[in-house]
């Protein structure tokens, strides 16, 4: 069964939109942990976040932020204000003691001008 | 700054070839991983190495060997290579936590290949 899924394979929206990128894991352990990437054209993923899942505050980042909610296993990416320079695709990671850092199928976000 | 460098964005080759893929990195981490990304399927885990010589599998191993005899350096092999290891490969590494467990991974800027 897939472990982290990103509905959205691809998202289109025009600059300064606010766009929201999903995130579903399954997961029966009590601690883990949960990343987002970005990997823009240039083929570098970039790391964006780490959360554990005994912190479920939510992160603000300039105009990235960031919704964990444990009572639906999401944990949701929002940009605000979006920018051409956003357009990359996003993947979300889940990280499980005594297994391997697993990735979700990534959304593709274009922004257009 | 973390940095993590492979070999080349760009390969070509040839059913049957043996193709080595290098990634290289400079943050005396531990642990190296290889990927590979396909369109939909998000990053596959090839092999991970925790150690130098030490080498494990991942999800996809078949058809793929790697070898670690620095630590810096990981070296993805593909014995012969076929068209479905067409593919985008990632590399990556990150400083000590079992199996990887919570710490974050730094990936370089990957190595498109195409089997011809």
């Known amino acids: 069964a897939q472990k982290v899924t990103q509905a959205q394979t691809e998202i289109s929206v025009v600059e300064k939109e606010d766009v929201t990128l999903d995130c579903v894991y399954e997961?029966?352990?009590?601690?883990?942990?949960l990343f987002w990437y970005k990997q823009p054209p240039s083929g570098e993923l970039v790391f964006l976040i780490r959360?554990?899942?005994?912190?479920?505050q939510n992160e603000i980042s300039g105009r990235y932020s960031w919704n964990f909610q444990k009572s639906t296993s999401s944990f949701n990416f929002t940009i605000t204000a979006s920018q051409v320079v956003d357009s990359a695709v996003y993947f979300c990671?889940?990280?499980?003691?005594?297994?391997?850092?697993?990735f979700g199928g990534g959304t593709r976000l274009m922004v257009k001008p | 700054d973390v940095k993590v460098t492979q070999s080349s964005r760009y390969l070509v080759k040839r059913t049957g070839e043996k193709v080595f893929l290098e990634c290289v990195q400079d943050m005396d981490h531990e642990n190296m991983f290889w990927y590979r990304q396909d369109p939909g399927l998000g990053l596959r885990l090839i092999y991970f190495?925790?150690?130098?010589?030490?080498?494990e599998k991942g999800d996809i191993p078949e058809g793929y060997s790697v070898s670690r005899e620095k630590k810096e350096r990981f070296s993805l092999i593909l014995e012969s290579a076929s068209t479905n290891q067409t593919s985008m490969y990632l590399c990556?590494?990150?400083?000590?936590?079992?199996?990887?467990?919570?710490?974050?991974?730094?990936f370089g800027p990957g190595t498109r290949l195409t089997v011809l």
């Open positions: 990556a590494s990150s400083s000590p936590g079992l199996a990887g467990f919570g710490v974050t991974q730094y």
């Open positions: 990671a889940l990280s499980e003691a005594g297994n391997m850092l697993t």
């Open positions: 997961t029966r352990d009590t601690t883990y942990y």
């Open positions: 959360r554990n899942s005994f912190d479920e």
């Open positions: 190495s925790y150690d130098v010589k030490m080498k």
